[in-house]
């Protein structure tokens, strides 16, 4: 205890010293100076166990087994069962996984550092073959492997002590292992630093994996597993959990607006490594590769096969959170895609939703070059009614020709064509008007009734008024002529405008 | 009748095999899938027979019917564990979960051996068994083409809780035999001589104590999963044990063509 | 009068390996339920189940063995230096070839003579392949015979009780032994019948 103090001691001045930016590993750097670093095997031994032997609380994905809360090494005893079983791994599509516990991933295993492991792998009776274990966190040949290779039928016994704390991934290693592993043959075993991780509201287990099938993506029926596929890479499927529906819909993670969530992400592999991302959030703070030390702010962290990551942030808005392996074509294709529902009240400071739908007109600025040569004409006084039929097309394009077409011939019955139309006799005075003011209610054009709203289009300038009807009057055959900024300017002031109307 | 049985018994020990049928097979060097350190995985395979099909329920209840110490109940759990013939209805009825025609399976390295030594044959070695399995329908040594691989690999898909499938179904390969692969793992002579580390990573791990004098034997085709997962099953089981998809047929040194079959 | 079909039946009964015929019968985990025929270092046949009294130390062996085997004999001497005089009278030691072919009685014979093997405690056996094979399989020894007459195999010490069951394995050799194994060893004599 004093060295800890001593060390403390000489280590804070210093770091509060060098400080601008807080370390966020800081703590840690502290806590092993002068010493071996933190979770590692050598301190990691503390001594034989106490007390009696416990069983451990093995949990199903997604679910977590509860901290230990313990503060002395204690005898763990494990129990975990090996089963063939045939399950969906996509609607309508089966698959003869190779499982932990019966499930895929398979069974959560949570020890503290330094606790004596008993380790039972028992072999069911009706699986047709042998299998074994490997767990990462096991320090000894092979994991573990060697001491556990079990007939159907059969159990294995071996113990070992978890010498480094960690979130380590288990799995089976019979020969061909790619092919054990491949059939689902994965899980994670977390062990839990001395002073324990801190608590957090929810806590999840995923894990990824890579399925090899003859049959093709989604193919119904019963997905034979296909070996060159896997010495290939090349995956059928990308899965969360080992199946489509694993962590969706009804089965999709929840957590509530204001929560700290935990996830202990594995990749079983057994070829691919995964970039994992939950789209929508960002990652406060990543046990990168399920190791002692955390980076903060990450947006996608690598997992490698085989490996581990512990992922924690806190939910501020609520809505569906899309987990993936952000290699999208996995993601979209092959199925590697997981839901966490947040529910709770909205917060519009941090995310808005969906404010303004307005119209973009995309090419517009590009083609307003003769929109500005014409106004610079009128000020010099030069401006012809080629100038301003050019300007007027400009703007026609895009606020008009969506109703009335670009070539001014309207849609039957509902919009009045431009293109030789009789309504233009009725002058310019009533053409502006109906511009600014728009127009509803019954009107004949050509011989043909149109019952329509035109909206009224009082945010356009007097010369773009005029522009637009110069074009207007110039197009299609129709007769010729201008219009004037001045007689829209009349228009504007002499006529009320309508509801709607800018101004 | 009766007094024809205990003649046919003496002259006919393969009585029981007679649906079976045997069928010779050549032998010859062979590659073997395992990389023996003394022969560099070149086996040599003296020519054998070989049963046509793995031993059903009804043969081998035949054969426990003569030889009583091996119904169940009665053989030492030395020689089979307490699963010995599980399914089986009785220790003399098959019952309706094991059908005549099926493959007998959850008995014994000890029992089967008895059963062969019965009919006069033995166990094949693992070697006559690799040797007899490496054909298809067209050529003794198909293992290279994916195919021969890819329908061995299907039978690990199939789920294990369904029925057996008769004996006899599939198509028989070039040398008369059928069923060495997808119907039941098969007991061998030898399977104690797999020397196999239980962690089969460990290729080539110079660890030369252990098996007093050389290291575990190494799997020289890794491609040839199909039988590495044989390797590793044979190894895992000790002769007392029985599994529910663990089965055997017998062989024999090559028998003269003319005469009573003996 | 027996029916000829009795009869033969009984001759083929027995013919086969095993049979429990003992007068009161062997326990159903007895490694002596093993009937085949086994000789000593003198030619002395004897069967298994003659070992029935007292507990054993069995072990598998070849003579011309160069690595483990010595080691073997080492073991299981080692394990009786460390018992009191009376302890070691009331155990049995039984090595059993792996290697018929080669090791006849003469070659057994010359290990017991070189390695000062009382024959009262120390029996060194041969017998016919198949029954080498369920030995084997029996007391968990693994076995391949290599092209030059070599043996790879696993090396195990297996201790048994008066009644032929299992009660020990160690696979740790060497004159120093096992003491978990020893003190196996210890608690068998302990409670052993004296010997016959």
Redesign the interface.
Known sequence: MKRHLLALAIALPLALAGCGRDNPNATLDTRDAGKDAAGSSTPGDFGPPQGEPINAILTSPPLVPPATGRTAPAKVVVNLEVK?V?MEMSEGVT??FWTFGGTVPGSFIRVRQGDTVEFHLNNH??????H?I?LHGVTG??GG??????????SSQFTFKALNAGLYVYHC?????G?HVANGMYGLILVEPPEGLPAVDKEFYVMQGDFYT?SKYREKG?A??D??RAIDENPTYVLFNGSEGALTGDNALRANVGESVRMYVGNGGPNLISSFHVIGEIFDKVWFEGGTRYQENVQTTLIPAGGAAITEFRTEVPGSYVLVDHSLFRAFNKGALAIMKVEGEANLDVYSGKEVDSTYLGDKAASLAPVASAAAAEKAGTLTVEDQAKAGEALFAGTCSTCHQPDGKGLAGVFPPLAGSDYLAKGNAELIKVVLNGLSGPVTVNGQDYNSVMPPMSQLTDDEVANILTYVKNSWGNGGGNVTTAEVADVRSGTARSEGAAH | MRRFLPLLLCLAPAVAGADAGWAPLPGGEFRSVLRYEDTGGVVRVAPFELQRRPVTNAEYLAFVKRHPQWQRGKAPTVFAEPRYLEKWAGPLETGPQSRPAQPVVQVSWFAAQAYCEAQGARLPTWSEWEYAAAADATRADARSDPAWRERILAWYSVPSGAPLPDVGRTPADVHGVQDLHGLVWEWVEDHSAMLVSGDNRNQGDPDQMRFCGAGALSMDDRENYAVLMRVAMLSALEGRDTTRNLGFRCARSPQAPKGKQR | MIPLSWRLLAVLLLALPFTGQAADALPGDSVYLLDDAFSDQAGKPFKLADRRGRPQLVAMFYTSCRYICPLIVDSAKGVEHALSPAERARLGVLLVSLDPARDDTAALASVARKRKLDPARWTLARTDAGAVRRVAALLGVRYRALADGEFNHTSALVLLDAEGRVLARTERLGPVPDPAFLAAVKAALATGAPPR
């Open positions: 063939e045939d698959y003869t009776p009706d699986s047709k073959m042998p074994n490997d040949p092979g492997a060697a001491s556990s290779f079990t007939a159907p039928g059969h290693a019979t020969a061909p292992v092919m003859t019963h034979p597993f070996m060159q």
